[in-house]
């Protein structure tokens, strides 16, 4: 809209001036303050151009050739505008992409980072809490709660006979049955291989 009102104005003033800074101002700030993709503004600042080329001689008195100056210098601040155009979007293109891969990247790492967390405070064979985060568990909730808290402890008698006759694979495949048991009778609460 701004292009073309100022158009209007340029090949209007040609009646008196061969002055077609307006219509180059009004290019470069269009081309400069506003993100347009290609595919408008390109049809855009062509279409004023060929508008500015047509529309100037019927204002103009003389011949044809005496208006060359107009449109080289109209047609140099196009090219000009267009130049800034690209550069302007694919620097903000550029820009969005960069960010983009920016915010990819802190998600993988914020993942890597909450298995790694996991990890560390989660018993691999039983996928319980261990003992080492027991510690911390136990700290913060003496510091953060006033409620009454329970605990069950559960041993499981001659696992070491069971594992001596049956095997470490057979154990460890008894104490996960045993982890995901209890899970599921006791539906509230934390778990932890002491």
Not at 99 to 117: F, G, T
């Amino acid at each position: 809209f701004i292009l073309l009102w100022v158009l209007c104005i340029t090949i209007y003033d040609q009646r008196v001036s061969s002055d077609i800074s307006m219509f180059t101002q009004a290019m470069f700030s269009v081309a400069i303050l506003f993100y347009m993709p290609p595919k408008i503004f390109l049809p855009l600042f062509l279409c004023d151009e060929m508008l500015l080329v047509i529309f100037v001689p019927l204002f103009q008195t003389g011949q044809f050739g005496d208006n060359y100056g107009i449109y080289v210098n109209s047609i140099y601040n196009t090219l000009i505008a267009l130049f800034i155009c690209f550069f302007h979007y694919y620097s903000a293109l550029r820009s969005f992409r960069n960010n983009l891969i920016i915010e990819e990247k802190n998600a993988l790492l914020m993942d890597a980072n909450q298995k790694l967390n996991n990890m560390a405070k989660k018993d691999q064979l039983t996928q319980v809490y261990n003992r080492h985060y027991l510690s911390e568990y136990l700290n913060s909730l003496c510091q953060t709660s006033d409620q009454l808290v329970q605990f069950y402890m559960i041993d499981i008698d001659n696992f070491k006979l069971y594992n001596d006759y049956f095997g470490h694979i057979c154990g460890d495949v008894c104490l996960q049955k045993i982890a995901s048991t209890l899970q599921e009778v006791f539906k509230d609460g934390d778990f932890f291989r002491f």
